[in-house]
């Protein structure tokens, strides 16, 4: 008997409810196939029923701008952001409405142009610095390589402070803080968390031990002023319409959230950028050829970002095949409608990037990796949202733009020297939990790379000013 339900009652088709528990079940363990099989099976727009709640999926950019743009005020983030807003409190990621719009404009200025060029000179710093700490033919976790260099860019250009020993306990922090996503969002999360379990203890003092670098870092900052990190613009922020500025608590819980969404993220990112360059080395050779013909032996620069398209092209298809934020919901506020179907209030709404970035109708032979996809030429053909990796509308990342020049500086810098390897045997799975993380790490060895004595000499003179300076 077929289980697709064609328009009952003005819903779309999907999944009979008896036959809608068997992918719930599946999502403690698969966050992405039970989403992936709903949207192939059923098309652009689907809906299962699980109780007297509704999901919608959507799969197809016109509904995904429907959603995120056209009617973003029927909509709000869904409930997965709860467990966001104990870690997160009432920052960007987790406010809604009015506060929403008024602590994204206070935040603005710090992503402004100016502001931007000297958070490039330190991601080319720290990607130097921490590259000439490898040698020829080491092992690495690059997962992990990637999280301290990410961590280290993001705690200067938001503390000015180089966290150091800090960095790693922040790290360890994040170990106990996001595996307990799935046991704190659903029906019986509440009454999780207040059991006496270890799991809850190391959650809370992992909590803890945020906090008190956090407050820390931001009474430091009201006693210096104005040093030109991003904290500074969050404790000098002023909302010229109410004159309305930030309560430190306002200030802890932005601070944390640019903290961990700008390190993670882009991390994550960069470990699969690795990986694809790595196993597809006709794009790595034109990727490398352009940083050589470009630098010409020098460390990246931010002016370099705009004479490196095809290193920006390589991140753009990382992102578009293992996109760091690969699933994004929202939850109806009010009676709606999308793509022609009634939504009721309440209704849970599913976008996944994952899914909507390997769907053939906007990227032939999706599965293949081919940074060609982002000529210019091609991008105006595609629909705005068949990529979103940043979500979009009044809530796309307000540190999209830090990300895309983090992501290019890395690449640049390390690429520059170092051509990384798959270790054989190493198994290669997606783990998706909060953001998609390469199961058990990425272990990979670095290669010295052939570069001309000239430019080798350059760049480790240049090497050794930024070991000095950081």
Not at 263 to 275: D, K, P
Request: aromatic share 10%; hydrophobic share 40%; with cysteine.
């Amino acid at each position: 008997m077929s289980q697709i339900r064609h328009g009952v009652n003005g819903h779309p088709p999907g999944p009979h409810w008896w036959a809608s528990w068997r992918p719930l079940w599946q999502w403690r363990h698969d966050r992405i196939a039970p989403v992936a099989r709903i949207m192939r099976e059923y098309g652009d727009i689907a809906m299962c029923q699980m109780g007297r709640l509704h999901f919608y999926f959507l799969n197809h950019p016109d509904l995904i701008q429907e959603c995120l743009v056209t009617r973003h005020r029927s909509f709000k983030k869904d409930r997965y952001y709860d467990f966001l807003r104990i870690v997160l409190g009432d920052g960007l990621l987790g406010s809604e409405g009015d506060q929403h719009l008024r602590q994204r404009r206070m935040m603005q200025p710090a992503f402004h142009r100016q502001r931007m060029q000297a958070y490039g000179e330190t991601m080319a710093r720290y990607a130097v610095h921490h590259r000439d700490k490898w040698t020829d033919g080491k092992q690495v976790d690059m997962a992990a390589e990637m999280m301290e260099l990410a961590l280290a860019i993001v705690g200067k250009t938001l503390f000015n402070s180089h966290l150091g020993a800090e960095a790693r306990k922040v790290g360890q922090a994040l170990e106990h803080i996001l595996p307990m996503d799935d046991r704190y969002v659903g029906p019986f999360g509440e009454f999780y968390r207040s059991l006496p379990l270890r799991a809850n203890r190391r959650f809370n003092a992992a909590l803890r031990q945020l906090d008190e670098l956090l407050f820390r870092l931001i009474r430091e900052h009201k006693k210096s002023g104005d040093v030109g990190d991003l904290l500074s613009m969050l404790l000098l922020a002023q909302d010229e319409e109410d004159n309305h500025h930030m309560t430190e608590k306002q200030v802890r819980d932005e601070a944390l959230t640019l903290f961990l969404a700008g390190h993670e993220t882009t991390a994550i990112a960069l470990t699969w950028t690795w990986y694809l360059l790595s196993q597809h080395l006709e794009v790595e050779e034109r990727f490398q050829h352009e940083l050589d013909h470009v630098l010409q032996g020098r460390p990246p620069a931010p002016a370099d970002l705009a004479k490196l398209p095809y290193t920006r092209c390589v991140f753009a298809e990382s992102m578009r095949l293992y996109p760091p934020a690969y699933i994004i919901g929202r939850e109806a506020t009010e009676d709606t409608a999308l793509g022609g179907y009634r939504v009721p209030r309440g209704s849970q709404i599913i976008m996944c990037p994952y899914v909507t970035h390997r769907d053939p109708r906007f990227f032939p032979d999706p599965e293949r990796f081919d940074p060609e996809r982002w000529r210019p030429e091609l991008v105006e053909q595609r629909p705005k949202f068949s990529f979103f990796p940043f979500g979009g509308g009044n809530r796309v990342c307000i540190g999209e733009p830090f990300a895309w020049m983090e992501g290019v500086m890395v690449l640049a810098a390390i690429g520059q020297k170092w051509a990384p390897r798959l270790m054989p045997g190493h198994a290669v799975e997606l783990d998706p939990r909060v953001t998609l993380r390469p199961r058990r790490g990425m272990r990979m060895t670095v290669h010295r790379r052939e570069t001309s004595p000239a430019g080798h000499g350059d760049a480790a003179q240049a090497g050794q000013i930024v070991q000095d300076k950081v």
